[in-house]
């Protein structure tokens, strides 16, 4: 049973438009998200996360939204840039950060 | 300063082999992980350290797979008897063990049984 989900496999976006990448999850007891980037032969990079206790948190040109009634977070980018191509990865951990919980990936295609 | 190191980076083992993959953390990170990432999915928990001690091994899908990290800082993954459903991507990744939590991962080892 997956506990979090990244249901889309794939997006395409054009460059300087917003992306939009979502994430839902199934276990009450996360209390962080992450997002996490990762290019080919590279492991994961840590981009931004979010705390339970809050709905959104921004960086730059990145911003994660964090639904708690509905299980669900999400990524945006704005403005989409080539440079932001890549497989980005929602991760959640309990109170405990003894390990983090994946989902299986999108894949960004930002056009230029 | 320098991040999580991995090595080797790329893995050729016959079937029956054993094999050890390593991982150096950032100094001073407390907390060190191990996960598999199979084609095409996410990172799947292994184990975790706490310093010297091995707090959670939940992960590790059978008794040919073992995990050590005897001073606390340098982790070794060994996997005995290697198989073919073995052949994956080996990340480590460390963190302070402070909230949000987050782990520095390293490049990864592919290991490929043939």
């Known amino acids: 049973d997956q506990q979090v989900k990244q249901n889309s496999p794939s997006l395409s976006v054009q460059e300087g438009r917003i992306s939009i990448l979502n994430c839902d999850y199934t276990?009450?007891?996360?209390?962080?998200f992450l997002w996490y980037k990762k290019y080919p032969a590279e492991g994961p990079t840590f981009l931004i996360s979010?705390?339970?206790?809050?709905d959104k948190n921004e960086d730059g040109r990145f911003t994660v939204f964090l639904n708690k009634s509905a299980k669900h977070l999400s990524l945006h980018i704005v403005p989409s840039q080539p440079g932001d191509s890549a497989v980005y990865f929602c991760a959640a951990s309990t109170n405990a950060g003894n390990m983090l919980t994946f989902g299986g990936g999108t894949r960004l295609m930002v056009k230029p | 300063g320098a991040g999580v190191s991995q090595s080797p980076r790329y893995k050729v083992a016959k079937r029956g082999q054993d094999v050890a993959l390593r991982c150096d953390p950032i100094?001073?990170?407390?907390?060190l992980f191990w996960y598999q990432q199979a084609l095409g999915q996410g990172p799947e928990f292994l184990t975790y350290f706490q310093n010297e001690a091995q707090l959670d091994k939940s992960g590790l899908p059978s008794d040919r797979f073992f995990a050590e990290r005897p001073e606390g800082s340098v982790s070794t993954l060994k996997i005995q008897r290697t198989q073919q459903e073995d052949s994956a991507v080996y990340l480590c990744a460390s963190s302070d063990g402070l909230p949000p939590y987050e782990q520095y991962f390293g490049p990864g080892t592919r290991l490929t049984v043939t």
């Open positions: 276990n009450s007891m996360f209390d962080y």
């Open positions: 100094s001073g990170h407390v907390s």
């Open positions: 979010i705390s339970s206790i809050k």
